[in-house]
């Protein structure tokens, strides 16, 4: 069974930065796409990044494009996201995904129902 722990959530102030990370484990693809979504108060879930297993570049959500960095360690199946320059906006509860190889091609890669693995999810806070 795959599992997905995602770590590195907390507090910040606006223009900070946090990392997260999410550590895979077990039966996981070795050719998957792996990412980011998250979900503020209120709001419905939303994309914030993906990245494929098998290399390539990382694709983001345009909120977030210029200020998060999503990264690989495909030897300790890890993804990194590094988050630059937070606004109160990207305040939320952050999820680690991973689903098959061809969402990271396709158009729409950031709707949930692509991705059949979730994390728990790590709070993410950023005040004014």
């Known amino acids: 069974q795959v599992r997905l722990v995602e770590s590195g959530g907390g507090s910040v102030q606006a223009g900070g930065s946090l990392r997260l990370s999410c550590a895979a484990s077990?039966?996981?693809?070795?050719?998957?796409?792996m990412g980011w979504f998250r979900q503020a108060p209120g709001k419905e879930r939303e994309g914030v990044g993906i990245?494929?297993?098998?290399?390539?570049?990382?694709r983001y959500a345009e909120s977030v494009k210029g200020r998060f960095t999503i990264s690989r360690d495909n030897g300790m199946n890890t993804l990194n996201l590094q988050m630059n320059n937070l606004k109160p906006e990207d305040t939320g509860i952050y999820y680690c995904?991973?689903?098959?190889?061809?969402?990271?091609?396709?158009?729409?890669?950031?709707?949930?129902?692509?991705?059949?693995?979730w994390g728990q999810g790590t709070q993410v806070t950023v005040t004014s």
């Open positions: 990245a494929y297993t098998g290399g390539g570049n990382p």
């Open positions: 995904v991973l689903g098959q190889s061809t969402v990271c091609s396709g158009a729409s890669w950031a709707s949930e129902t692509y991705f059949g693995h």
């Open positions: 077990g039966p996981t693809l070795r050719r998957s796409c």
